[in-house]
């Protein structure tokens, strides 16, 4: 079965720091762009950050430059997000996603940024 299965969510009060994971399954990642979403209930899904198939492009929303690391282990079939300095602004449902012409995501880990 292809799926996606983040985890790492969780609270954490503001200046804190978080690590997603993105763990593929039934599929080899090494392949595909790999793409990380956020969503808040009410609002449209946006794109965080992406890593092309062997790291060597790399983009990020700019709300979240400086902050955030996206990187990937093709050998452990998984996809990271580090997260620093986080901000009550970041408090969002977390997907990952494979992109290309059938596109995969995850159900989403929950991170909260809350004192």
């Known amino acids: 079965q292809v799926q996606l299965v983040e985890s790492g969510g969780g609270l954490v009060q503001p200046g804190g720091s978080l690590r997603l994971s993105c763990v593929a399954s039934g599929f080899d990642l090494g392949p595909y762009f790999m793409r990380w979403y956020r969503q808040v209930p009410g609002k449209e899904r946006e794109e965080v950050a992406g890593i092309s198939s062997r790291g060597g492009t790399i983009n990020y929303a700019e709300s979240v430059k400086g902050r955030f690391t996206i990187f990937r282990d093709n050998f452990k079939n998984t996809v990271y997000l580090q997260m620093n300095s986080l901000k009550p602004e970041d408090t969002a449902v977390y997907y990952c996603?494979?992109?290309?012409?059938?596109?995969?995501w995850g159900q989403g880990t929950l991170v909260t940024v809350s004192s």
């Open positions: 996603k494979r992109s290309g012409s059938l596109e995969v």
